[in-house]
């Protein structure tokens, strides 16, 4: 298997300042010089990053569909595939507890690593470097997006808006799983119209999934 060293220097193009990236791959299990500092700056990293690429790749878009792509793009989940995508899994740094429960195919951790990863290539290399990375890896999802996408709980909001009816009520049924890798499931119920359920990852996920299943059903009547 490629060591560490060899698969940051074939990904980022980074032969120095390994510490940096062994640290972003470091989860808290671990060592408790972990990802969780980087994971703050590559946040706004990535949010600057991609905020510039979708003002300048989207001129004639007003601020609310650019708000509406931004959301799409740098979720947690998304940013779990990307990392997929780019090979981290493998040198991931878990504790054995951690690893035992699954930590290395979580959409949180994974989402926080990879966050983690361009806060270290941004301490490398600096913005330009960093924000090259991110449409470079984002380059498929960014340009499959023809239109601004709708947001699953706005959309549904509005539905109910449109056909005069309650707005959309959310409910926690459940919560399971270890704290680095909980599964959340949550309720959403319009009235007694209608209800579904939907599993993320973070409360907020499910919560967009169960509204992206209640809308998908309300559409088909």
Same mark, same amino acid.
């Given at each position: 298997m490629?060591?560490?060293?060899?698969?940051?220097?074939?990904?980022?193009?980074?032969?120095? #300042? *390994?510490?940096?990236?062994?640290?972003a791959?470091?989860?808290?299990?671990?060592?408790?010089?972990?990802?969780?500092?980087?994971?703050?700056? =590559?946040?706004? %990293?990535?949010?600057?990053?991609?905020?510039?690429? *979708?003002?300048?790749?989207?001129?004639?878009?007003?601020e609310?569909?650019?708000?509406?792509?931004?959301?799409?793009?740098?979720?947690?989940?998304?940013?779990?595939?990307?990392? #997929?995508?780019? =090979? %981290?899994v493998?040198?991931? $740094?878990?504790?054995? +507890?951690?690893?035992?429960?699954?930590?290395?195919q979580?959409?949180? %951790?994974? =989402?926080? @690593?990879?966050?983690?990863?361009?806060?270290?290539?941004?301490?490398a290399?600096?913005?330009?470097?960093?924000?090259?990375? @991110?449409r470079?890896?984002?380059?498929?999802?960014?340009?499959?997006q @023809?239109k601004?996408? #709708?947001?699953?709980?706005?959309? *549904? +909001?509005?539905?109910?808006?449109?056909h005069? $009816?309650?707005?959309?009520?959310?409910? *926690?049924?459940? #919560?399971? =799983?270890?704290?680095?890798?909980?599964?959340?499931?949550? $309720? @959403?119920?319009?009235?007694?119209?209608?209800?579904?359920?939907?599993?993320?990852?973070?409360?907020?996920?499910?919560?967009?999934?169960?509204?992206?299943?209640?809308?998908?059903?309300?559409?088909?009547?």
């Amino acid at each position: 298997m490629t060591s560490a060293a060899e698969w940051i220097a074939a990904t980022f193009g980074v032969a120095d #300042r *390994l510490a940096d990236f062994e640290r972003a791959l470091t989860h808290g299990s671990q060592a408790a010089a972990n990802y969780e500092r980087l994971e703050f700056l =590559g946040d706004r %990293v990535l949010g600057l990053a991609m905020a510039t690429w *979708l003002y300048e790749r989207f001129p004639a878009e007003p601020e609310g569909a650019l708000s509406r792509r931004f959301n799409a793009l740098v979720t947690g989940a998304v940013c779990a595939d990307v990392a #997929r995508g780019l =090979g %981290v899994v493998p040198h991931l $740094r878990l504790g054995k +507890q951690a690893r035992d429960d699954g930590a290395a195919q979580s959409d949180n %951790v994974l =989402g926080d @690593v990879m966050e983690a990863l361009i806060g270290a290539l941004y301490l490398a290399r600096g913005f330009d470097a960093a924000a090259a990375f @991110v449409r470079a890896a984002w380059a498929d999802r960014i340009e499959t997006q @023809v239109k601004a996408p #709708r947001h699953p709980k706005s959309a *549904l +909001q509005e539905w109910a808006a449109a056909h005069q $009816r309650r707005p959309p009520e959310y409910s *926690l049924v459940e #919560r399971s =799983g270890p704290q680095h890798a909980p599964r959340f499931i949550v $309720r @959403v119920t319009i009235g007694k119209l209608a209800e579904a359920t939907g599993e993320g990852t973070s409360k907020q996920e499910a919560e967009t999934a169960a509204a992206a299943a209640l809308l998908a059903e309300l559409e088909q009547e």
